[in-house]
């Protein structure tokens, strides 16, 4: 059977983080694509001189409904959260945060940091478990070697490697570093759909060339997918997939719900200092104000009709 051929998204520049913002590039949510699986959201920045950018510092600020992860290529990041946690965000090591009913916390580059460069995604979580306690969780992939490639799984399972971080639908996450002039074919799961970010590198997903920045979308039934490199150097990717989230969502500032009232109660809850979210200790400056809500109902997104 003939596969659905790959779908490119680009990406758009987003500041992030208030007046003190980086520049981040994303490609989900976007008009034609809102999530692969529970994949809802992908930032990639960087490489950024810190001494030029001034580097990542996120006044405290709310989430719910979603699991946030976070992935560095290089530099380090402090975070902390309103369950008490501190933790650095470093290259090769997973820091995933289940805001679920509602959690808030920081993220600021740390001094000894120079280059700043990685991803920062979230994951939907289903209607049945959106109000899930808050939750951190930590782990570090060991890197594996398959022909042409280094591979770390940081959710979900590939190349014979599983990751221990829990999640509330399938997943997949990996980091993927393909060898100059490589071609790299990975078993996978057919009911998963997949997205590939081309961090570096002049890469082929599936045959279809993708850029640097952007999201190559594979939709399910593929029991394999080829990634090849055309340079004279190493391609770094990143590869992400689940199977369908099938759920309409509402999506709003750092809130997923159901319903615009859900987007409304959160805010106001944010706003009011609620102990819904919590507090951060340790962030030497004011949490982030929610902007205002939009003049209209905010209605839910979903995916296009599957063929």
């Known amino acids: 059977m003939e596969q659905t051929k790959v779908e490119v998204l680009t990406a758009r520049d987003v500041p ?23 994949w809802c959201f992908a930032d990639h920045y960087g490489p950024d001189r810190v001494a030029d950018s001034g580097g990542m510092d996120v006044a405290p600020h709310p989430h719910t409904g979603l699991q946030t992860v976070s992935w560095l290529f290089s530099g380090e990041i402090e975070h902390r959260d309103s369950l008490g946690t501190h933790a650095p965000v470093r290259p090769g090591e997973i820091n995933l945060m289940t805001g679920g009913h509602g959690i808030a916390h920081t993220e600021v580059s740390t001094p000894d940091t120079t280059v700043l460069h990685g991803v920062q995604l ?5 209607d049945a478990h959106r109000h899930a306690p808050r939750d951190f969780q930590h782990h570090a992939p060991r890197p594996l070697r398959v022909d ?9 399972t590939l190349a014979g490697d599983t990751s221990p971080v829990r999640t509330f639908t399938p997943l997949l996450g990996a980091e993927i570093l393909i060898d100059p002039g490589a071609t790299v074919v990975l078993d996978v799961d057919p ?5 590939l970010l081309v961090d ?8 279809t060339p993708l850029d640097r920045a952007e999201l190559g979308y594979a939709a399910p039934g ?5 990634l090849a490199n055309a340079s004279a150097h190493p391609a770094r990717t990143v590869l992400i997939g689940g199977t369908p989230f099938d759920e309409e969502i509402v999506m709003w500032w750092n809130f997923i719900g ?23 200790e340790g962030y ?3 949490r982030l104000p929610a902007p205002a809500l939009p003049n209209a109902v905010i209605t839910p997104r979903k995916n296009p009709a599957r063929a």
């Open 148 to 156: 042409g490639a280094e591979v770390r799984v940081f959710l979900g």
């Open 191 to 195: 009911d998963f759909e997949h997205g």
């Open 200 to 207: 570096d590198g002049a890469v082929r997903f599936e045959h």
């Open 222 to 226: 593929r029991t394999s997918l080829t």
């Open 284 to 286: 030497p400056g004011a």
């Open 16 to 38: 992030l983080g208030g007046p003190r913002a980086m520049t981040v590039r994303r490609t989900l949510p976007q008009r034609a694509r809102t999530l692969i699986g529970a």
């Open 122 to 126: 979230w994951v939907a979580l289903p």
């Open 258 to 280: 159901r319903s615009h009232q859900d987007i409304v109660e959160a805010r106001e809850d944010w706003e009011r200092a609620s102990d819904r979210f919590g507090s951060v």
